[in-house]
C-alpha cells in the first residue's frame, strides 16, 4: 500500500490568491490522480498524470508530477470561491489509496 | 463521461435496521466496483472492492458479514449494512471501473442511524 501524504491539511485564502497543494510519498506512483470533492458529494476527476515530469494544465489548475513519480502538485491561479472544496490525491489504477486530503476555502 | 448513480442518497433509521446502498453505472459495463467509506473532515476509506460474479475482496479491518457486498451484475453493486449502530453513521461512496479505466464515482449517500 503507498502512502500518500498531502499538505497543507487547510488552506484558507481570499479570492484571487493563489495556492499550491502538495502530495508526496516514498514510493513509486504507476500513475497519479487529483480530485476535486464537494460536500455532500462524490470525488471528481481532475486529471491524471503518468510520466516523470509531466504538467498539465487544466483552465487555472497547474498539475505538476515529479521527475521520480513520487511526488506531485496542484497549483491554482487567482482562485474563485467556486475551487473552494476537498482536494485529493490518489495512487494507483484499478484501486486507488488516497491521500487524507487538502480542504481548500476560498473567500469572496 | 460516464455516470454512476448512488441510491439512496441519504438514509435516517433507527438502530438495529439493516440498510441497502445501491450502486449503479448508467452507461457503462463495470468490471469492479468500489465501496469507499468517509468520516467528516476525512479522507476516502476503501472497504471493499468486488468484482461481477465473484465474491468481494474486503480491506483489513472491515467486517464482511456486517457490511454484504452484492454485484450481481455489471452495471449494479449493493451494499447492505446489516443491524446497523450509531457508530456506522458515515457518507459512503461507491465507485465504478472497467479495464485500465479511471474510476467514475457516485454521488455518496449520508447514512444516520439514531
Known amino acids: 500500500t503507498q502512502l500518500l501524504e498531502q499538505s497543507p491539511q487547510f488552506l484558507s485564502i481570499q479570492e484571487g490568491e493563489n495556492l499550491t497543494v502538495y502530495c508526496n510519498s516514498s514510493s513509486v506512483f504507476s500513475s497519479l490522480q487529483w480530485y476535486r470533492q464537494e460536500p455532500g458529494e462524490g470525488p471528481v476527476l481532475l486529471v491524471t498524470v503518468v510520466t516523470g515530469g509531466e504538467v498539465k494544465k487544466l483552465k487555472r489548475l497547474t498539475f505538476q508530477f515529479g521527475d521520480a513519480r513520487k511526488d506531485s502538485s496542484l497549483h491554482i491561479t487567482a482562485a474563485q470561491p467556486g475551487d473552494t472544496g476537498l482536494y485529493l490525491c490518489?495512487?494507483?489504477?484499478?484501486?486507488?489509496?488516497f491521500g487524507k486530503g487538502t480542504m481548500l476555502l476560498v473567500s469572496p | 463521461g460516464a455516470v454512476v448513480s448512488q441510491h439512496p442518497s441519504r438514509v435516517i433509521c433507527k438502530s438495529g435496521t439493516s440498510v441497502k446502498i445501491e450502486c449503479r453505472s448508467l452507461?457503462?459495463?463495470?468490471?469492479?466496483m468500489f465501496w469507499y467509506r468517509q468520516f467528516p473532515k476525512q479522507s476516502l476509506m476503501l472497504m471493499a472492492t468486488?468484482?461481477?460474479?465473484?465474491?468481494?475482496?474486503?480491506e483489513q479491518g472491515v467486517e464482511k458479514d456486517k457490511f454484504l457486498i452484492n454485484h450481481a451484475s455489471l452495471t449494479l453493486s449493493t451494499l447492505t449494512v446489516t443491524s446497523a449502530h450509531p457508530e456506522d453513521s458515515s457518507f459512503y461512496i461507491c465507485s465504478a471501473g472497467s479495464g485500465d479505466q479511471p474510476q467514475h464515482f457516485g454521488d455518496g449517500t449520508r447514512l444516520s442511524i439514531l
Open positions: 452507461d457503462f459495463q463495470a468490471t469492479t
Open positions: 490518489a495512487a494507483g489504477y484499478s484501486t486507488l489509496t
Open positions: 468486488s468484482n461481477e460474479g465473484s465474491k468481494a475482496t474486503y
